[in-house]
């Protein structure tokens, strides 16, 4: 006998984008800003996570779970 095991659908790059900028207040100190911008799932596309592959159970096939929408995170650091 055959026995096929259903997998849930793969999950595609969640395209991470990253944007640096520093900032030089004393060359002398070195000292200076530095701030950053990242973020994860950038276009927002739906990635499912949960797939029922119970075939005796009662909602076979059907998407439970997605992973995290799109997430932005800011930063900010001061090295003196």
């Given at each position: 006998a055959v026995q096929v095991t259903p997998r849930p659908p793969p999950c595609a790059s969640l395209k991470t984008s990253k944007l640096f900028k520093s900032f030089t207040f004393s060359e002398a100190r070195g000292s200076r800003l530095e701030f950053r911008a990242e973020t994860f799932n950038s276009f927002n596309h739906t990635q499912?996570?949960?797939?029922?592959?119970?075939?005796?159970?009662?909602?076979?096939?059907?998407?439970?779970?997605?992973?995290?929408?799109?997430?932005?995170?800011?930063?900010?650091?001061?090295m003196f």
């Amino acid at each position: 006998a055959v026995q096929v095991t259903p997998r849930p659908p793969p999950c595609a790059s969640l395209k991470t984008s990253k944007l640096f900028k520093s900032f030089t207040f004393s060359e002398a100190r070195g000292s200076r800003l530095e701030f950053r911008a990242e973020t994860f799932n950038s276009f927002n596309h739906t990635q499912f996570n949960g797939v029922s592959t119970g075939f005796s159970s009662s909602d076979f096939g059907h998407v439970t779970s997605t992973y995290n929408p799109r997430n932005l995170q800011l930063g900010l650091k001061l090295m003196f």
